[in-house]
């Protein structure tokens, strides 16, 4: 049986292209900074993003964390969406870790932090107050739809967070995917912010890894802290080798991902029984709830779809998310959708 993985962009294998790049790659040893391939990839990212210099970390996860070790202290306090990764998905490794308070604030429907709730949450210099030290953004916003911040929107929270001294970190994981649907190149997108980690594993197909970028006084210290995280990788050439082919080639194709979400979202929506509370996808990802007219409960929906070969990611009762890929085609999304119309007409 053909499995249809769609639970999310993650699961994306390297192409054979990435596998043939990843054999022949050079390599050296990275923690002495003496691995070509991977010198080749910080470079190419900082570029794209328009900042001064990038470091290869093994994980999303690990870079926004190397992020807030490197700009806070103990006790400060960083600012972030409730429905943040970083609140959400990265096992309080900043607090754990860091020893860094989040203060969050809610998430709007648009992915965005009211820029008078940030103003709000910044403390003011008392001794009674953690310090306010960082903002975190999210672009794509993943639990508000993949929804992408316009550069404008970024542009200002970031000028509110500098007049407040704060670092301005950007959780990039799919900047791309943003820079796709709002046709502006990534780094116009994160211009005005001091840091961005963005996946090369997700949608880009890359095996492993993320860069994070910044101005080179930045990345000096993020390095040391990835080492202290036990993050210096020796001869990661071999999965830089993919992560170099996952910017030049794959972030070019997003679009098409866009068009299969909107495909099978649309299709979705016809089916009666299927909803849309947080919209129709701006990106990558299609966000479906079943409505309570249907009788079948989530888990037996998910199992029954699986029974086809089908995995789709759960997010809540009754909400479902299915996220488009390289290995996913139009065929597969039509599947899916005659799938999904014959179990809920049963
Ligand atoms: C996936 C993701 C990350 C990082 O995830 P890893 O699995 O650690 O690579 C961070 N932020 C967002 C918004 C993500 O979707």
């Known amino acids: 049986?053909?499995?249809?993985?769609?639970?999310?962009?993650?699961?994306?294998?390297p192409t054979p292209e990435m596998f043939a790049a990843m054999a022949k790659a050079e390599v050296g040893d990275d923690v002495f900074g003496e691995d070509p391939t991977v010198n080749r990839l910080q470079e190419l990212?900082?570029?794209?993003?328009?900042?001064?210099?990038?470091l290869f970390v093994a994980s999303g996860t690990m870079g926004n964390l190397i992020a807030t070790l490197?700009?806070?202290?103990?006790?400060?306090?960083?600012?972030?969406?409730?429905?943040?990764?970083?609140?959400?998905?990265?096992?309080?490794?900043?607090?754990?870790?860091?020893?860094?308070?989040p203060h969050t604030?809610?998430?709007?429907?648009?992915?965005?932090?009211?820029?008078?709730?940030?103003?709000?949450?910044?403390?003011?210099?008392?001794?009674?107050?953690?310090?306010?030290?960082?903002?975190?953004?999210?672009?794509?916003?993943?639990?508000?739809?993949?929804v992408v911040l316009s550069?404008?929107?970024?542009?200002?929270?970031?000028?509110?967070?500098?007049?407040?001294?704060?670092?301005?970190?950007?959780?990039?994981?799919?900047?791309?995917?943003?820079?796709?649907?709002?046709?502006?190149?990534?780094?116009?997108?994160?211009?005005?912010?001091?840091s961005v980690t963005f996946c090369l594993s997700k949608g880009l197909c890359a095996p492993v890894g993320s860069v994070l970028c910044g101005s080179k006084a930045f990345i000096d210290q993020a390095r040391r802290v990835r080492k202290m995280l036990g993050g210096g990788m020796r001869q990661a050439g071999v999965l830089?080798?993919?992560?170099?082919?996952?910017?030049?080639?794959?972030?070019?194709?997003?679009?098409?991902?866009?068009?299969?979400?909107?495909?099978?979202?649309?299709?979705?929506?016809?089916?009666?029984?299927?909803?849309?509370?947080?919209?129709m996808p701006q990106t990558n990802m299609v966000f479906p709830t079943l409505d309570e007219s249907v009788r079948m409960g989530s888990r037996e929906f998910v199992q029954r779809l699986a029974d086809k070969g089908i995995r789709i990611g759960v997010t809540g009762d009754r909400k479902f998310r299915l996220v488009m890929h390289y290995w996913i085609d139009?065929?597969?999304?039509?599947?899916?959708?005659?799938s999904v119309r014959e179990l809920l007409r049963a």
């Open 151 to 194: 550069r404008d929107y970024t542009d200002q929270a970031a000028a509110l967070g500098h007049e407040h001294g704060l670092h301005v970190h950007m959780d990039g994981a799919r900047i791309f995917n943003a820079s796709a649907a709002a046709k502006i190149p990534a780094r116009d997108l994160v211009c005005s912010v001091d």
């Open 330 to 338: 139009n065929a597969d999304v039509d599947f899916i959708l005659s």
């Open 45 to 54: 990212a900082a570029d794209c993003m328009g900042k001064e210099a990038g």
């Open 1 to 13: 049986m053909k499995i249809i993985d769609v639970r999310s962009d993650t699961v994306t294998k």
């Open 240 to 279: 830089a080798a993919a992560g170099i082919l996952a910017i030049e080639k794959m972030s070019l194709r997003l679009e098409e991902d866009h068009a299969r979400a909107k495909r099978l979202a649309e299709g979705l929506a016809t089916i009666p029984g299927v909803r849309f509370d947080i919209g």
């Open 70 to 101: 490197a700009a806070c202290q103990r006790g400060d306090e960083v600012i972030m969406g409730d429905l943040g990764h970083t609140f959400l998905f990265e096992a309080g490794g900043i607090s754990a870790l860091g020893g860094v308070f």
């Open 105 to 146: 604030l809610q998430n709007q429907p648009d992915g965005t932090l009211r820029l008078t709730d940030i103003r709000a949450a910044i403390r003011s210099n008392d001794v009674h107050f953690p310090r306010s030290r960082m903002l975190i953004l999210e672009n794509t916003q993943n639990r508000c739809g993949g």
